[in-house]
C-alpha cells in the first residue's frame, strides 16, 4: 500500500512562500507520476501540479502557473510545491498523490482516485 506524508504547510501573509513536501514510502513509485491536489473548506478537491518523471515534464493549474514549482528527488523519495507569491484563494489542505505512469490533464487528475487512501495532508493558510 502507497504510504505518504506530506508536510511543510503554515500559516504566511499574502505575497509570502512555502515549500511543501511530500515523503512516499513505496520505492516502486520511483517511476511514477506524482501530483499535488489540494481541498478547500467546502469545495472539492483539485489537482493543482504534476510531475512525469521519464519526461521531465510538469503541469500546473493556470490558478498557480507561474507562482508553484513542483519537483522531485528520488533520492530521498520526496516530492516538493515551491509555492510563493502566496494568495489568500491558495488556502487549503495539500496533499500529493500519484497519479498513473504519466500526468494526466491537471482538469482530469483527480480521475481514478476516488478511492485512494489519501495522507493526512498539510494545512497552508494564506491571509490578506
Known amino acids: 500500500q502507497v504510504q505518504v506524508e506530506e508536510s511543510g504547510g503554515g500559516a504566511v501573509q499574502a505575497g509570502g512562500s512555502l515549500r511543501l513536501s511530500c515523503t512516499f514510502s513505496?520505492?516502486?513509485?520511483?517511476?511514477?507520476?506524482m501530483g499535488w491536489f489540494r481541498q478547500a473548506p467546502g469545495k472539492e478537491r483539485e489537482g493543482v501540479s504534476c510531475?512525469?518523471?521519464?519526461?521531465?515534464?510538469?503541469y500546473y493549474a493556470d490558478s498557480v502557473k507561474g507562482r508553484f514549482t513542483i519537483s522531485r528527488d528520488n533520492d530521498k523519495n520526496t516530492l516538493y510545491l515551491q509555492m510563493d507569491s502566496l494568495k489568500p484563494e491558495d488556502t487549503a489542505m495539500y496533499y500529493c498523490?500519484?497519479?498513473?505512469?504519466?500526468?494526466?490533464?491537471?482538469?482530469?487528475?483527480?480521475?481514478?482516485?476516488?478511492?485512494?487512501?489519501w495522507g493526512q495532508g498539510t494545512q497552508v493558510t494564506v491571509s490578506s
Open positions: 498523490a500519484p497519479v498513473g505512469v504519466l500526468c494526466p490533464r491537471i482538469s482530469n487528475m483527480m480521475r481514478g482516485l476516488s478511492g485512494h487512501n
Open positions: 513505496v520505492l516502486s513509485l520511483f517511476d511514477r507520476a
Open positions: 510531475l512525469t518523471p521519464s519526461t521531465g515534464n510538469t
